[in-house]
């Protein structure tokens, strides 16, 4: 009997060793684990991210706020930030010499469009499942380098301004399917898309378009310059 409560005072004491030497991810953290471009976390739980990432995965996280390291990395080119809690994301989470390829902002909770008046450049847009209802073209200022705007499935419905595109000049793919848009006309103008000069696809499909006047204007701008026009309904 006294060598087995040795034994076991042994055991507990090298269990005890194992606990303090041992780095254990904080909660807030565990999922960060084994993740793209991520070396483990820090002691507040946010994920540390490699200085010569060019890609990062911090997918279904649950963070309400952009993680500090993403701001420091000029190397990212591919930011995974989908299926998260962010509310609003800025130019203040990344490099400002960042050029971002892919941001996949999807399936958060962002109520508006990312806010890059000044800072990183992004290229590919994601911001499917999100809850923006409006597109304001003062948020679209800051996102002039995009070539593509994913915008399915948030709930859309009204626009903001006479000529939402008017300082997107590079975007060459615009996805709204599964939206509630019902028209393209501001104050009884259809000019939404009249500056959209480098556009090529459109995708509207599963909306409430009832403009009588909408198909006239998408055949118009695809007999112009568009590649792809997908039809309104499918």
């Given at each position: 009997m006294e060598l087995f409560w040795k034994n076991a005072v042994g055991i507990l004491f090298i269990l005890f060793l194992m606990v303090?030497?041992?780095?254990?991810?904080?909660?807030?953290?565990?999922?960060?684990?084994?993740?793209?471009?991520?070396?483990?976390?820090?002691?507040?739980?946010?994920?540390?991210?490699?200085?010569?990432?060019n890609?990062?995965?911090?997918?279904?996280?649950?963070?309400?706020?952009?993680?500090?390291?993403?701001?420091?990395?000029?190397?990212?080119?591919?930011?995974?930030?989908?299926?998260?809690?962010?509310?609003?994301?800025?130019?203040?989470?990344?490099?400002?010499?960042?050029?971002?390829?892919?941001?996949?902002?999807?399936?958060?909770?962002?109520?508006?469009?990312?806010?890059?008046?000044?800072?990183?450049?992004?290229?590919?847009?994601?911001?499917?499942?999100?809850?923006?209802?409006?597109?304001?073209?003062?948020?679209?200022?800051g996102l002039s380098k995009v070539r593509q705007l994913i915008l399915d499935d948030n709930g859309l419905d009204s626009f903001s301004g006479n000529e939402l595109l008017q300082d997107t000049d590079m975007l060459e793919i615009l996805s709204l399917r599964n939206n509630k848009i019902t028209t393209f006309a501001v104050n009884g103008t259809s000019r939404l898309l009249i500056n959209a000069v480098n556009l090529k696809e459109l995708y509207l499909s599963n909306n409430m378009l009832l403009d009588r006047n909408t198909p006239w204007l998408l055949g118009a701008l695809n007999s112009k310059f568009w590649t792809s026009v997908e039809p309104i309904v499918q």
């Open positions: 303090n030497l041992v780095h254990v991810c904080p909660r807030k953290c565990v999922g960060c684990q084994n993740k793209t471009g991520t070396r483990g976390c820090d002691k507040e739980g946010w994920p540390l991210i490699d200085a010569d990432a890609e990062v995965d911090l997918s279904s996280i649950n963070f309400s706020s952009c993680p500090p390291d993403l701001s420091t990395n000029v190397n990212l080119e591919k930011v995974n930030l989908s299926r998260n809690l962010l509310k609003s994301v800025n130019y203040t989470c990344f490099h400002k010499d960042a050029v971002l390829n892919v941001l996949d902002l999807s399936y958060n909770l962002l109520t508006k469009l990312p806010n890059f008046t000044s800072g990183a450049e992004v290229q590919i847009l994601n911001l499917t499942g999100n809850q923006i209802v409006e597109l304001n073209p003062l948020y679209l200022y």
